[in-house]
Structure formats: structure tokens, C-alpha cells
């Protein structure tokens, strides 16, 4: 065949696993080593006042952070068979292996829970149902029922991501498109138990931090921050294992583009669910919705919001905008490092307020505390890669993404 | 055809989306500037085997979603802060949260619109006559067959050698059409 324009790709057996000598196949090793120390500074760093409610909280918000990705990555999963994609096959696996991180979450979710008097004190502390408002919310926020859920939570997300990751392994070896059909079967019910748990996960461990307000939309803000960062970090995966040489003539700057398309999109979905919250309060202005923002809007908060509108939307819906942006390694990367930089703000603007109604703080034990969790997120998603093929090897639509190319626009 | 007509250019067919991207990189190698490639579908990598530029229409759309949003935003300053001011629910006159969705939404319109009439513009549409039409043969065009036509009015177009070329990348037929474009 003499073709000169569309190349016939196909795997080699070399695309198909991380060499050895790779940073991510070293991952395991350093990561862990990274999230141990980490999280013993945390604690070491942490002040001793309040229960060391400073280790506490940054614990609780590096744990949101890091499993934003993961649940991010678990909801891409399940939208890639749920719409029968085809572009994405070859980047399906690294989300599937970044979604298999759950049960490090869990171990994380364990220690929190020794801290959960100290976190949300504000309704599990004793004497917190006097207040009327509280006890009327009684019947969903008590501890048995906060830690049945929990536990709902993580059974379902390991059960998916695992029951996914699973079926798409063993298509590898046997080719067998009956996975694939299972799989898009299976999607829909897994897409709709993901949008119930992550909800009414941010409602428990991010919202009811201040247990008086409340707001519906809370749930949907926090998977829309999951998907950019998820997205983001995604991005970065793909440029850095291709500048490495790992998986350079499989995934191209058409399969990156499309990431970087989908992150942009999200980037706005942010904005549009971030101010639909602000508005209807802002409108509404009845004082136990404006609460919220109120301890939002002093003490540096108010810097912590604006910076907030302008980093995760103005810069990176000017920056990501043009086409030729979402196609060059270094300016994609860039902006997908903003945005983990930016939706860590965010993040920590979610949970700290509450607990710094004064004012802005960050702490040692801030950073030791993110910088240990995500070591041993890194150590999960770097196991995870090593365990199975880069790539779906035998999916029915592989073809269909190693030859993807996007319209010209 | 009538022997005043002037000759349009000369048109090509191929039998195969394949052939038509190797011909059409041809052509773009030749050096020619007006010509054309047709085809009943979207054949991938058409742009570069063509050697289009990037459209300037995401410009224009931009621009035309940023006048929209400013236009929306600065007619409710007037209308709510200006020329009929009211104060609504113990808000300041010009409450810029409120004013969003519809600064929102003039925005999209805008840019939408933009798009659309600068998508009609850049492809000097509406054209009701093409002088291609005026080959029995082109009518395949929305079936199963690709063509390439080279305009006479291409500063390096000799007919001759233009027909030899298509001839040479493997056109099944190539034939004269006359028209005024």
C-alpha cells in the first residue's frame, strides 16, 4: 500500500506497556514515599489548637481535591461507553487506571473519620441538635446515617470502577465484544448511580461543613470542578508520557485536542454552575443562603472569590479559546496546569471558610497534606498503569481511534 | 454552448475519495491558487491535501459574542439605570449579577449570527449558478463521484496543461466547462 497522507496505525507491543525505567512505572515507589511523608508532616506541621483541626481540614480538602480526578476520571469512563465513543479508546485505559484509585480514598476516608468530630463539629459536636435548625435536618445528618452513606459511597465506586476496568482488561486478552456491549449496557445505570453518590458526597463531606445552608446546585459545582480537573490532569498525563516516548504514535494532537476541547467546555460548565448558585442567592438575599458567600466575601476570602472568577473562567476561557492552543503540547499543558492549580482554590475555598471565618489562612500543613495525599494518588494511578496494557488492546473501536483526525474549524 | 461563452476552467473526476486527496495535493503542488475540490461527503485531511489556511470565522464569531455581551450588558445600564430607574428588591440601580443571563444570552445570539451570515460570506453564498453545473457529469457530485475544477482565471491556468496534469492524476474524465463565474 502506498499511502501517503492517512498512515495505517497499528499497535506494537512496545505501545502496550510502561518501560521500566519510565517515570510512571517509578511512581509507585515515589509516590508512596511522597504521601507517607507528606501526611506525617501534615501532622507534624499542623498547629495543636482546636484538636488539630489544621491537619483536620487539610487532610479533608486535599482528599476532595484528589478524588475529584479520580472521580472525574471514573465518570469519563462510564460517558465513553455510555455514548459508544470511538475517538477515545486509546486514552480510555489511563482513565480507567486513574479511577481504580479508589481504594487509597478509602484508606484516606478512614482516617478522616478519626477527625470527623473535629471537621463537622458544627453538627456532630454534642449539644448541636439543640439548635432548631439543625435538629430539623436531624433525620439525614446524624452519624450512623453520614457513615451508612459513606460507606454507599466507596462500595459503589470501587464495585464501578472496578467492574469497568475489569471488563475492558479482559477484552485484551480474549477480543470479546460481548464486554464492550456489556459495558455500554452497564453505563447508564453507572452514570446515574455516580451523579447520587458524588452528590450527595459533596453534600456530606463539603456542604455540611456549614450545616445551616444548604444549596441544591452544590452537588452538580463539585462534579464540575472533578471533570476540568480530571481533564486537566489527563492532559498532562498524555503530554508528558509522549515527550517520554510512551504511547508518542498512538495518542496524537487529535486525541489531545479533543481533552483539551472537553476541558475548555467544562471550564465554562464551571462558570455557568457557579454562578447560578451566586445569583439565585444573591437574589433571593435571604440570610441563610447568604451566609455562605457572606464568609466568603471577607477576611482575604473576598481576594480567594475573585481570583477564583478570573482563574478558573476569564484566563482559561481566553487562553484555551483558540485551536491552535489545544494543539501545541507546552500552551495545552500550561493551561491544564492552571486549571489543577486553580480548581485546588477552589477546593479549598469550598471547605476552609468555615473554620477560618477570620480570614485566610494556609498553613504548612495545607501543603504537606496536598503534597501527600496526591503521592499517594500518583503511587495508586502509577500500580494501576503497570498492572494491565496501556491501551485497550482489542476494543471493537480501536481502529476508529488510532485513525481519528479532527475537521478542520 | 454558445462559442462566445468564455471558458470557465477544467473540471476532473475521480473515482475515489483517495484519488481525489492525491490529486488535490497535486494541484496545490502545481501552484495553482483558484481551483477547487468537490466531493458527496466530507473526505478527511481534504484541508491539508488542499493546503487551506485556517478559517478566520472563530475570530469573527469571537468578536461578534463580544460586541453581543457588551451590547446586552450596556442596554440594561440604560434601561434599568438610566432612562427608567427603579429600584428593585432594595438593589443598587445597576445591579451587574442580574444583568448576566441576558448579557449571556446577546452573547451567544451574537455569536451565533456572526457565525452563520460570516459562514454565508467567506463561501459567497447564496450562488444559485454555478458554470459546473452546466456538465452532465458534475450531477454525480451528490452521489459517487469527486472532481476537481481548475478556474481559467487562475493566473498560471493554460488549458493544456492543466488538462494534462488532471489526465496524469488519474481523473477518469476531464472535460472544458464554460460559463462566466
Known amino acids: 500500500m502506498s499511502e501517503s497522507h492517512s498512515h495505517a496505525r497499528e499497535l506494537t507491543p512496545g505501545d502496550l506497556r510502561l518501560p521500566e525505567s519510565s517515570l510512571f512505572a517509578r511512581l509507585p515507589a515515589i509516590g508512596g514515599v511522597i504521601g507517607l511523608v507528606g501526611l506525617g508532616a501534615a501532622f507534624g506541621l499542623s498547629s495543636a489548637d482546636h484538636h488539630r483541626i489544621d491537619f483536620w481540614m487539610s487532610l479533608l480538602t486535599a482528599f476532595m481535591y484528589f478524588l475529584s480526578i479520580a472521580l472525574g476520571a471514573m465518570f469519563f469512563v462510564a460517558l465513553q461507553h455510555l455514548t459508544r465513543a470511538g475517538w477515545s479508546v486509546?486514552?480510555?485505559?489511563?482513565?480507567?487506571?486513574?479511577?481504580?484509585?479508589?481504594?487509597?480514598?478509602?484508606?484516606?476516608f478512614v482516617v478522616i473519620t478519626l477527625g470527623s468530630g473535629h471537621i463537622w463539629h458544627h453538627w456532630m459536636a454534642e449539644g448541636a441538635m439543640n439548635d432548631p435548625v439543625l435538629k430539623a435536618k436531624e433525620a439525614y445528618l446524624n452519624k450512623p446515617f453520614f457513615f451508612i452513606r459513606a460507606a454507599c459511597y466507596f462500595a459503589f465506586w470501587l464495585w464501578a470502577s472496578w467492574f469497568m476496568t475489569k471488563r475492558s482488561a479482559s477484552q485484551d486478552e480474549s477480543g470479546d465484544v460481548s464486554h464492550t456491549r456489556v459495558l455500554q449496557k452497564w453505563s447508564g445505570p453507572i452514570v446515574v448511580g455516580y451523579g447520587l453518590t458524588q452528590t450527595f458526597a459533596a453534600f456530606d463531606w463539603l456542604m455540611?461543613?456549614?450545616?445551616?445552608?444548604?444549596?441544591?446546585?452544590?452537588?452538580?459545582?463539585?462534579?464540575?470542578g472533578s471533570v476540568v480537573a480530571f481533564l486537566a490532569f489527563m492532559n498532562l498525563v498524555i503530554i508528558i508520557m509522549r515527550k517520554g516516548g510512551i504511547l508518542g504514535h498512538v495518542v496524537t494532537t487529535e486525541h489531545q485536542h479533543d481533552t483539551g476541547k472537553l476541558m475548555f467546555g467544562f471550564t465554562v460548565f464551571w462558570t455557568y454552575i457557579a454562578f447560578s448558585q451566586f445569583f439565585l442567592i444573591w437574589y433571593a438575599n435571604l440570610p441563610e443562603e447568604t451566609i455562605w458567600f457572606d464568609h466568603r466575601m471577607h477576611g482575604g476570602w473576598d481576594k480567594v472569590s475573585i481570583a477564583l472568577a478570573i482563574g478558573h473562567f476569564v484566563v482559561p476561557f481566553l487562553f484555551l479559546?483558540?485551536?491552535?492552543?489545544?494543539?501545541?503540547?507546552?500552551?495545552?499543558?500550561?493551561?491544564?496546569?492552571?486549571l489543577l492549580v486553580i480548581h485546588f482554590v477552589d477546593i479549598y475555598w469550598l471547605a476552609m471558610p468555615p473554620h477560618y471565618v477570620d480570614g485566610l489562612k494556609i498553613t504548612a500543613s495545607n501543603v504537606a497534606a496536598f503534597v501527600g495525599v496526591g503521592g499517594l494518588f500518583l503511587a495508586a494511578f502509577g500500580w494501576n498503569l503497570r498492572q494491565r496494557n496501556l491501551v485497550p488492546a482489542k476494543d471493537p473501536r480501536l481502529a476508529e481511534s488510532l485513525h481519528f483526525q479532527n475537521n478542520w474549524g | 454552448m454558445a462559442g462566445e461563452n468564455k471558458l470557465y476552467g477544467v473540471l476532473a473526476e475521480f473515482e475515489s475519495p483517495k484519488d481525489l486527496l492525491h490529486a488535490c495535493e497535486k494541484v496545490r503542488e502545481a501552484g495553482y491558487q483558484k481551483w477547487d475540490a468537490y466531493s458527496p461527503f466530507p473526505v478527511h485531511g481534504i484541508e491539508a491535501a488542499m493546503g487551506q489556511k485556517p478559517s478566520p470565522l472563530g475570530w469573527m464569531s469571537f468578536i461578534g459574542a463580544i460586541t453581543g455581551a457588551s451590547l446586552g450588558m450596556l442596554m440594561q445600564w440604560w434601561m434599568s439605570a438610566v432612562d427608567y430607574p427603579l429600584v428593585i428588591s432594595g438593589k443598587p440601580l445597576f445591579s451587574w449579577p442580574a444583568f448576566i443571563p441576558i448579557t449571556f444570552e446577546l452573547g451567544v445570539l451574537f455569536g451565533a449570527l456572526t457565525a452563520f451570515l460570516g459562514m454565508l460570506l467567506l463561501n459567497g453564498l447564496p450562488r444559485p449558478y454555478n458554470p459546473l453545473?452546466?456538465?452532465?457529469?458534475?450531477?454525480?457530485?451528490?452521489?459517487?463521484?469527486?472532481?476537481?475544477?481548475?478556474?481559467?482565471?487562475?493566473?498560471?491556468?493554460?488549458?493544456?496543461?492543466?488538462?494534462d496534469l488532471l489526465t496524469k492524476l488519474g481523473a477518469t474524465h476531464v472535460e472544458l466547462v464554460e460559463g462566466q463565474a
Open chain 1, 321 to 338: 479559546l483558540p485551536r491552535p492552543v489545544k494543539r501545541n503540547d507546552f500552551l495545552l499543558g500550561l493551561g491544564s496546569f492552571w
Open chain 2, 133 to 163: 453545473f452546466s456538465s452532465e457529469r458534475f450531477a454525480r457530485v451528490t452521489d459517487d463521484r469527486f472532481f476537481i475544477a481548475i478556474e481559467a482565471a487562475d493566473p498560471k491556468f493554460r488549458t493544456a496543461e492543466a488538462k
Open chain 1, 208 to 224: 455540611s461543613l456549614d450545616p445551616h445552608w444548604f444549596s441544591t446546585i452544590f452537588g452538580v459545582y463539585y462534579f464540575s
Open chain 1, 90 to 108: 486509546v486514552i480510555r485505559r489511563l482513565a480507567e487506571n486513574m479511577s481504580m484509585s479508589f481504594p487509597v480514598f478509602l484508606a484516606l
